[in-house]
């Protein structure tokens, strides 16, 4: 598809732990021309890779040059004043200078995020369209937006007005390791975090892969398998407290989940949703934040966090006379 002369449109790189995806997107957010590949490994892979697919999507527009503004993300510590990425190990990436060194191999400025805040802008800029996530309730409009990340672990960012909202170290939103229930160790030192029943490696923790009767837990555990069923029960749970938890902290009107665990689907939203019924039921304050209505699922082909990242990215308008981006705080809207 060409989509040559598109006014507006912009380049959003979600580099992933194993693949990248490159997307040109409309004002609108609309997806105009979407690429993927595997992921490189260390820091000249994973910019080489990127940049070279990137170029590839961006012919779709007419090259570079009729971009509007690139931005990018990817998992670990990124530091969007700097352009520093950080130990994002699935990459085997200690640290990189992701906004230089894609900057350089692009001949554009580049502005960076954390993939999973990169998401929560994705998804806060697609939240007008009612049919682009499972069971949503329609616009918006101005307010909070808290994008729930169910992969191997859980993650989460919140968007207000359009801006991500950072707090402490870049940690705001980031529930994952509130430590809840349970005694189950988590990855990050600490013991019965929301991440440890709520995410993929809760799932493979509690059904082990050994005993399943059917690659899906909701179809296994309606064919007998108890210990699916168990599963299913403590994620649609941990999943739907995230939501509770989110929702109360950062005020949210709508909680989207998207991320690997979320492609399991209806029968995953219909058991966090119900879930959430049963906490309604035995809370009037609960019940008042109607929490059924405001959480849905995206679809797992949404290209959402390269969405996000292209609304990163600063328009050729405000760049300096050099094509440099201009200085940011860490925290300010940038697109």
């Known amino acids: 598809m060409s989509v040559d002369g598109e006014p507006g449109a912009r380049l959003g790189i979600d580099i992933g732990g194993t693949k990248t995806a490159v997307a040109l997107v409309g004002p609108d957010a ?13 820091p000249h892979g994973v910019v080489e890779v990127a940049a070279r697919l990137a170029h590839e999507v961006a012919l779709e527009a007419g090259g570079l040059s009729r971009v509007a503004g690139v931005g990018a993300c990817m998992p670990g510590l990124v530091d969007p004043a700097t352009g520093l990425a950080r130990h994002a190990v699935n990459l085997d990436v200690d640290a990189v200078d992701l906004a230089g060194e894609l900057g350089r191999r692009l001949g554009r400025p580049v502005a960076v995020e954390n993939d999973v805040k990169a998401a929560a802008l994705g998804a806060w800029r697609l939240r007008a369209d009612a049919s682009g996530a499972s069971g949503a309730s329609g616009a918006l409009g101005p307010g909070a937006l808290a994008y729930l990340n169910l992969g191997t672990g859980l993650a989460s960012a919140v968007v207000r007005d359009g801006v991500v909202v950072r707090g402490i170290a870049g940690a705001a939103g980031e529930i994952g390791h509130l430590p809840v229930a349970g ?7 600490q013991v019965g975090c929301l991440e440890t029943v709520a995410s993929g490696s809760a799932l493979a923790r509690l059904w082990p892969a050994r005993t399943r009767l059917a690659p899906d837990p909701f179809v296994a555990a309606a064919a007998g398998d108890l210990a699916a069923r168990m599963a299913v029960d403590v994620i649609a749970s941990g999943v739907g407290l995230a939501v509770q938890v989110l929702a109360l902290a950062s005020g949210a009107e709508q909680v989207l989940a998207g991320g690997g665990l979320a492609g399991l689907g209806a029968p995953l939203l219909e058991a966090v949703r119900a879930d959430l019924e049963r906490r309604s039921r035995a809370s009037r304050l609960v019940a008042a934040l109607e929490l059924p209505d405001r959480f849905a699922l995206l679809p797992a082909t949404l290209p959402v966090a390269a969405v996000g990242a292209s609304f990163l990215a600063v328009p050729r308008a405000r760049t300096g006379v050099d094509g440099a981006a201009p200085p940011h705080r860490a925290g300010e809207r940038v697109g």
């Not at 609309?30 to 260390?42: C, F, I, N, Q, Y």
């Open 30 to 42: 609309s997806v105009l021309a979407l690429r993927t590949t595997p992921s490189g490994r260390g």
């Open 183 to 189: 005694d189950a160790p988590c990855t990050c030192g």
